[in-house]
Nanobody, 122 residues
Framework: QVQLVEAGGGFVQAGGSLRLSCAAS????????MGWFRQAPGKQRELVAV???????TYADSVKGRFTISRDNAKNTVYLQMNSLKPEDTAVYYC????????????????WGQGTQVTVSS
């Protein structure tokens, strides 16, 4: 059974940092594009960052310079380091995987995690 399990969410004050992790199991994801998405209450899910197997990354404009996505293929894990957090970063963050980079950029995924809540207070 393939699973993506997120961890590391929580409550933080504006300006603080959190590190999310997404542990994959059930298959090897080294060849997959891995992404982080988020969904705030009343809003559509949006792409936050994507990393492909070779390490190339893509970020939403709203998080550039503050968030860093990385992956450890040996551990089948992807991370999202979030610095200088703002109240508008408050959302449920989801990990996703797709074997096609362009598809995950469009918000499509073969696999989704269950989500982890991030709350940033002002």
């Amino acid at each position: 059974q393939v699973q993506l399990v997120e961890a590391g969410g929580g409550f933080v004050q504006a300006g603080g940092s959190l590190r999310l992790s997404c542990a994959a199991s059930g298959r090897t994801f080294s060849g997959y594009a891995m992404g982080w998405f988020r969904q705030a209450p009343g809003k559509q899910r949006e792409l936050v960052a994507v990393i492909i197997s070779g390490g190339t990354t893509t970020y939403a404009d709203s998080v550039k310079g503050r968030f860093t996505i990385s992956r450890d293929n040996a551990k089948n894990t992807v991370y999202l380091q979030m610095n200088s957090l703002k109240p508008e970063d408050t959302a449920v963050y989801y990990c996703a995987a797709h074997n096609t980079y362009l598809s995950i950029l469009r918000g499509q995924a073969n696999y989704w995690g269950q989500g982890t809540q991030v709350t940033v207070s002002s």
